[in-house]
């Protein structure tokens, strides 16, 4: 029924609707106009929500005076109140990462772990049986002449390779990693998304074997 009012309401209209509209024309939650509008292929106006700013400024809107008080350049001038209150509501949720930076907070047993897709990795390979260690973890290299340090997660000394678990890997860290992993002789296995989901879904002793023969 109700994807019939959906259809009729985009028969009875010549532009094209956003999904907003047709879910205030229907009285249909957005969330199945959206999905029965994808199904269907029907393209959509987006929908573009108004900033709560726009065209206030310092001298016509208190809100918009109060934050560019607060701010110093790029940053916030946070009072001594407000820096306690972010503090107490990171406890126990944030950790510091290598070379400095902050993140999710895991531990597994009493070894930190830098995230929860690293933390699903060592359970692989305790499940697997494959000896690890977190020793070593930093590796140097060189640019411009410049030494330069980057980490990994783990090491394998069975398969004598570094892993390191980097979901959403952007192009110059791989570069690094690949470079550090040249410059020392030694193997580097980045598991990006794509090989995460191979181990996830496989078994990581045939993605080391395969790695350390491609290698």
């Known amino acids: 029924m109700s994807n019939s009012k959906i259809d009729d309401i985009i ?8 999904v907003k509209e047709i879910s205030d024309l229907t009285e249909i939650p957005r ?7 994808d199904q ?9 929500k108004k900033p709560w700013n726009k065209g206030l400024t310092k001298e016509n809107n208190e ?30 949720k944030v950790g510091v990462r ?19 897709f690293a933390l699903d990795i060592v359970k692989i390979l305790d499940k697997e049986k494959i000896k690890w260690n977190m020793d070593d973890r930093i590796i140097s290299y060189h640019h411009n002449g410049d030494t330069r340090f ?7 000394e069975e398969y004598n390779i570094y892993i390191t678990v980097k979901y ?24 990006d998304q794509m090989l995460y989901r191979r181990i996830v879904y496989t078994n990581l002793k045939d993605v080391l074997k395969n790695s350390l023969r491609n290698s």
Do not use: C
């Open 98 to 116: 290598d070379f400095g930076g902050t993140g999710n907070k895991y531990y597994y047993g009493d070894k930190p772990i830098n995230s929860d």
């Open 168 to 191: 959403h890997i952007q192009s110059d860290t791989r570069k690094k990693l690949q470079k550090a992993a040249k410059e020392n002789n030694i193997k580097i296995l980045i598991v």
């Open 31 to 37: 969330n199945t106009v959206q999905r029965y509008l």
């Open 11 to 18: 028969k009875s209209n010549k532009k094209k609707l956003s």
């Open 150 to 156: 980057i980490s990994v997660d783990f090491y394998l």
């Open 63 to 92: 809100s918009v005076m109060n934050s560019a008080t607060n701010r110093i350049g790029n940053t916030w001038n946070h009072t001594e109140e407000s820096k306690q209150k972010i503090s107490e509501s990171k406890k126990g």
């Open 40 to 48: 269907i292929g029907y393209r959509y106006i987006p929908y573009k």
